[in-house]
């Protein structure tokens, strides 16, 4: 790893002004994918700017929506209360994410900002049509993810908050592991909330998550696994290495999706 | 240099460290703490696994200068004074949960604080599961997985609940 100094700011505005600071200074989170990165030397910051004490972690439930703050850990969410009975479905996911020792660490504001392709809540975000929330403004889901590791944000900018419209009537996440890295090699999230019945697939596309629209509208038709039972998706868009085809991941998220429609009832 | 100071098995240490420098490095080459072991480079193995203000982490993917402050709790810091062994390190005996010995130090830190979480009870899949961070070449697991189930009830001081049978 080449070395860096390391910075604990106590305010956003710190943050912010330390980040901008330097072209090469980067923000760390949970660290559950920067420093491996850090570690085989695939990037190499001038400062390390840890956003631990900015007060940034919590969960709270307001009559129309669940926010869950920047640096809130996958434990947390996954053990939340209130977000099992507002959205059970991202609880569940928060609780399936690698293992336990990243979920102690690893935040939804790292990982979002990360938008590995084969994360999972970047399904979680875009199947509940949620708000990312920034020191600067707040960006739809829909306009959030832009590819693989590449999202709206612009250098320096923070996440703070991720804002969940309630209320959601049904949601579940279903997810084929890749065994060894514990990523999702297809990972589908079902939602029937205020932003309507959306499908979102993780871990299959080359541009990273994406909504499956014929799926949307069948079961907005009729609400049952049988419904997307002959839906497929077209594996020209979809990824292929040596842990799956294109074509076997397409067929995989047909297999998801029905898992997942059939576990949130 | 920067410096960190942290609460390691109950004893305040104030290390000089880099920006770079590991959790581990510092457990294993300041400290002398060799029990928490390295066994990949890429977060997966679970080898290195400490206790951080009560939580189980890899601490191959925490930088020193992020636990400032923090209480560690190591493989080192399990038995008490006398040598009496923590009830999960006489089950992986007792269980043969162990051969080479490389991925027990994690493994026996990651299952003490998934049992001490779950006072409800565990299931064989949620043992499995729970273990999911670590990584062992040798067992087959079987055994680790016996010994977990059977230090349970030693730590909660009563028979695992039937419902999690
Ligand atoms: C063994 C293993 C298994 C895993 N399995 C899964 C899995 O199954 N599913 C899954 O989804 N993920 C998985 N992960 C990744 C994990 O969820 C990470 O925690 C997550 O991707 C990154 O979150 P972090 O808080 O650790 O962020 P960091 O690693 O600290 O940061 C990641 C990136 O985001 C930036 N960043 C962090 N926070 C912010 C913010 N608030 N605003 C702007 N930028 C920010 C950082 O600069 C950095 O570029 C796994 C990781 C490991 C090591
Ligand atoms: S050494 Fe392998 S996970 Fe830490
Ligand atoms: S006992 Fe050898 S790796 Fe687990």
């Known amino acids: 790893m080449y070395d860096f100094t390391y910075h604990r700011p106590t305010s956003v505005a710190d943050a912010v002004a330390l980040l901008g600071s330097d072209a090469d200074a980067?923000?760390?989170?949970?660290?559950?994918?920067?420093?491996?990165?850090?570690?085989?030397?695939?990037?190499?910051?001038?400062?390390?700017?840890?956003?631990?004490?900015?007060?940034?972690?919590?969960?709270?439930?307001?009559?129309?929506?669940?926010?869950?703050?920047?640096?809130?850990?996958?434990?947390?969410?996954?053990?939340?209360?209130?977000?099992?009975?507002?959205?059970?479905?991202l609880a569940a996911l928060a609780g399936g994410i690698g293992d336990n020792q990243v979920r102690h660490r690893g935040t939804i504001g790292g990982s979002l900002a990360n938008n590995d392709p084969a994360a999972c809540y970047p399904s979680a975000v875009l199947a509940l049509g949620a708000t990312i929330v920034t020191n600067k403004r707040s960006i739809a889901a829909d306009d959030f993810f832009q590819g693989m590791f590449t999202t709206a944000l612009e250098a320096g900018e923070i996440i703070t908050s991720v804002s969940f419209p309630l209320p959601v009537a049904k949601s579940a996440y279903a997810k084929f592991n890749q065994p060894a890295s514990r990523f999702a090699l297809v990972g589908v999230f079902v939602a029937k909330g205020p932003a309507g019945v959306r499908v979102a697939v993780t871990g299959a596309g080359q541009n990273g998550v994406f909504r499956q629209r014929a799926m949307e509208a069948a079961l907005t038709a009729s609400w049952s696994p049988d419904a997307v039972a002959a839906i497929t998706t077209p594996a020209a868009d979809l990824n292929s290495d040596i842990h799956g085809s294109a074509e076997y991941r397409a067929h995989l998220i047909t297999v998801m999706a029905k898992r997942a429609i059939a576990a949130a009832g | 240099?920067?410096?960190?100071?942290?609460?390691?098995?109950?004893?305040?240490?104030?290390?000089?460290?880099?920006?770079?420098?590991?959790?581990?490095?510092?457990?294993?080459?300041?400290?002398?703490?060799?029990?928490?072991?390295?066994?990949?480079?890429?977060?997966?193995?679970?080898?290195?696994?400490?206790?951080?203000?009560?939580?189980?982490?890899?601490?191959?993917?925490?930088?020193?200068?992020?636990?400032?402050?923090?209480?560690?709790?190591?493989?080192?810091?399990?038995?008490?004074?006398?040598?009496?062994l923590h009830p999960m390190q006489e089950m992986f005996r007792e269980h043969h949960a162990l051969q080479c010995g490389y991925c027990t130090p994690g493994m026996v830190m990651s299952?003490?604080?998934?049992?001490?979480?779950h006072p409800e009870g565990l299931t064989e899949r949620e043992i499995r599961e729970g273990l999911d961070g670590n990584l062992c070449r040798c067992t087959g697991y079987h055994n680790i997985v016996k010994a977990v189930a059977a230090a349970w009830p030693l730590m909660h001081q009563k028979a695992m609940p039937q419902a999690a049978e």
């Open chain 2, 111 to 117: 299952a003490i604080d998934l049992v001490a979480k």
């Open chain 1, 26 to 89: 980067k923000a760390l989170a949970g660290g559950q994918t920067f420093i491996p990165v850090l570690k085989q030397r695939l990037n190499k910051p001038s400062k390390v700017v840890d956003l631990a004490g900015l007060g940034l972690a919590g969960i709270s439930l307001s009559g129309n929506a669940l926010v869950i703050g920047a640096s809130t850990r996958h434990a947390d969410v996954a053990g939340s209360a209130d977000v099992r009975r507002a959205i059970p479905g």
């Open chain 2, 1 to 84: 240099m920067p410096q960190v100071t942290l609460t390691v098995n109950g004893k305040r240490h104030t290390v000089a460290v880099e920006g770079r420098t590991l959790l581990v490095e510092v457990l294993r080459e300041k400290l002398g703490l060799t029990g928490t072991h390295i066994g990949c480079d890429t977060s997966q193995c679970g080898a290195c696994v400490v206790h951080v203000n009560g939580d189980s982490v890899k601490s191959c993917t925490m930088l020193a200068l992020q636990a400032e402050g923090a209480e560690v709790t190591t493989i080192e810091g399990l038995a008490k004074p006398d040598g009496t």
